[in-house]
């Protein structure tokens, strides 16, 4: 029968816990898993306030701390030392998330891709026109599983759940899928538009050739 090691065990016992995890214990792993998972969705759950986005970042925390695992000092609680890491790792996923929403909030308005009633000035139409070519190509450069998730989110306005029946996964799955595409997204309009201006250098001396 496996000896689950408490959180208040003793120091000779914890440690020989990791030394077993450092060898390649599996076991030795799913106990500490087993002992702090619960502290560790709590403390994920309060920074992202959804289920299914606490045990996404409960099992990225792990992975984390798995890897971490050999810079342990043995003179520390390893309790503290787990929670310390945890709560560092739901912050860096909190900043990262709140800058990735503002950029794809700068970058990529949705509504752009959309019909207007509305008059536009024929310069203005250009650079909507500019636009909506730019986010296709964008588009285009995404996997097809990312783009799928992307466009029936934010241009067909679908819910998560529509979403997760249409592609028969399960709703954590789809937006994962939605938050990477949106990542992706914004990082290939980023490019395309980096790299537009050199392409109009380029085209102006074939231009003023034919003249």
């Known amino acids: 029968m496996i000896s689950l090691v408490e959180p208040t065990a003793g120091t000779s ?3 020989a816990v990791i030394e077993r995890c450092l060898a390649g ?8 898993v087993q002992l702090h998972r619960r502290k560790v969705y709590n403390l994920a759950y309060k920074f992202v306030g959804r289920t299914d986005e606490a ?3 409960t099992q990225d925390i792990f992975v984390k701390i798995f890897k971490a695992l050999h810079t342990f000092d043995r003179r520390a609680n390893f309790q503290t030392w787990l929670i310390s890491i945890s709560r560092n790792l739901c912050i860096d996923h909190y900043r990262s998330v709140r ?4 950029t794809m909030a700068r970058d990529v308005d949705a509504s752009e891709l959309a019909p207007t009633s509305h008059e536009r000035s024929p310069l203005a139409q250009l650079e909507h026109t500019d636009l909506k070519s730019i986010i296709r190509r964008a588009l285009a450069e995404l996997p097809e599983t990312l783009r799928t998730a992307v466009m029936l989110r934010d241009l067909q306005e679908y819910s998560y759940q529509e979403i997760a ?3 028969g996964l399960p709703e954590g799955t789809v937006k994962s899928r939605i938050n990477r595409g949106r990542i992706e997204l914004a990082r290939q309009i980023r490019r395309i538009q980096e790299a537009a201006p050199a392409a109009r250098l380029l085209a102006k001396p074939a231009r003023g050739g034919t003249a």
């Open 165 to 167: 029946d249409q592609l």
């Open 55 to 57: 045990e996404d970042l």
């Open 25 to 32: 214990d599996q076991i030795a792993w799913a106990q500490i």
């Open 13 to 15: 016992e914890v440690d």
């Open 99 to 102: 800058k990735e929403r503002a």
